[in-house]
């Protein structure tokens, strides 16, 4: 079984396929809420079927606003937050994974419901930035 190294686990934008600026950690979470069906014949024990399923991304990373070049940066934490908060509250698209040949993905749809950007005193400047999930997320094998 090969493990897989950390940094090639990504988050993109699904609409230009570009890559959240300067992530340096990303997290994919899924939760199932079963439903709860215990009834006067369950001998007391709690039973249950399938439920809801949800999802959410948490990415944290260094704060920019260019890059090395000194060229201003078009997928930074600020033109999402810019574009999909402040003037639009809208869905964003994004890709999770190695969007490699033969590398697993996962994509959809979400809001982001969370920004935050902070700045230590002579400390990097970092952000985080959380999307909640609406839909299906879907597998794919690249």
Not at 41 to 70: C, H, M, P, Q, V
């Amino acid at each position: 079984m090969a493990i897989l190294n950390g940094t090639e686990i990504k988050v993109y934008s699904a609409s230009t396929n570009n890559l959240v600026a300067f992530a340096q950690n990303c997290t994919l979470n899924v939760n199932h809420s079963p439903r709860e069906i215990t009834n006067k014949e369950s001998a007391g024990f709690k039973e249950i079927l399938e439920g809801l399923r949800d999802f959410s991304i948490d990415i944290d990373g260094a704060y920019a606003w260019t890059n090395a070049g000194g060229t201003a940066l078009t997928d930074g934490v600020d033109d999402v937050l810019e574009a999909n908060v402040l003037n639009a509250r809208q869905a964003v698209n994004f890709i999770f994974g190695d969007t490699s040949t033969n590398d697993i993905s996962y994509s959809g749809k979400g809001f982001i419901t969370s920004v935050s950007i902070t700045g230590g005193t002579e400390d990097t400047a970092t952000y985080s930035l959380s999307i909640e999930g609406t839909g299906e997320l879907i597998q794919t094998i690249n």
